[in-house]
Each structure stands twice: as structure tokens, then as C-alpha cells.
């Protein structure tokens, strides 16, 4: 069974930096696609990056290109997003996903296209 645990959340100030993790634990037969979302209140969930864990594969919504990178260590089976000059409008709870198919699409995915998920780490943009 995959478990995903999220961490890194926290509360900043515009312009400022955070660092989320999500440590994977069970056996998933690789490549396959791993991704961030986000959610905000009373808005859907939306994919922020993905990436394959050949370390191939990323993209990224165009609200964080150039801001948010998208990085992954498989000796430590943890996946990160490093966020810089963040903004208020980055105040959701972020959730780590993975599924099971060997290639990640080129464009934005549904949450609904990833198997698994952690329980969310919240991050909060003040401005």
C-alpha cells in the first residue's frame, strides 16, 4: 500500500520561499508520474507541476513557471517543490499524488488521472 506524507507547509510573507516534501512509502514499479496540487477554498483542485521519477517529464501551470521547481531524490523516495517569491494567491493546501502509468502527459492533469494522495500540507501567502 502507497503512502504519501506531505510536509513543509507553513506561513509566509509575499515574496518569500517554502520547501514542501512528500515522502512516499509501498512499492510503485517505476517510471511513473508524480505531481503537486493545489487547493483552495471554494476552487478545485489544481495541478501545479509534474514530473516522472526518471527525473524527466515536468511541467508546470503557467501561474508558477519560473517561481516553483519541481525536483524529486529516489534514493530518499521523496518528492519536493521548492516555491520562491511566493505570492497570496499560492494560499492553498498542497497535496503530493502519484499513479501508477509509466509517462506523465504534456499538459495539466485532472486530479482524477492520479491514484494516490497525501493528506495535504497548507500554505499560507501573506501580503
Known amino acids: 500500500q502507497v503512502q504519501l506524507v506531505e510536509s513543509g507547509g507553513g506561513s509566509v510573507q509575499a515574496g518569500g520561499s517554502l520547501r514542501l516534501s512528500c515522502a512516499r512509502s509501498?512499492?510503485?514499479?517505476?517510471?511513473?508520474?508524480m505531481a503537486w496540487f493545489r487547493q483552495a477554498p471554494g476552487k478545485e483542485r489544481e495541478e501545479v507541476a509534474h514530473i516522472r521519477t526518471t527525473g524527466d517529464s515536468t511541467f508546470y501551470v503557467d501561474s508558477v513557471k519560473g517561481r516553483f521547481t519541481i525536483s524529486l531524490d529516489n534514493a530518499k523516495n521523496t518528492l519536493y517543490l521548492q516555491m520562491n517569491s511566493l505570492k497570496p494567491e499560492d494560499t492553498a493546501t498542497y497535496y503530493c499524488?502519484?499513479?501508477?502509468?509509466?509517462?506523465?502527459?504534456?499538459?495539466?492533469?485532472?486530479?482524477?488521472?492520479?491514484?494516490?494522495w497525501g493528506q495535504g500540507t497548507q500554505v499560507t501567502v501573506s501580503s
Open positions: 509501498g512499492y510503485i514499479r517505476g517510471p511513473y508520474c
Open positions: 499524488a502519484t499513479d501508477r502509468r509509466s509517462f506523465c502527459y504534456a499538459r495539466t492533469s485532472a486530479a482524477y488521472e492520479y491514484k494516490d
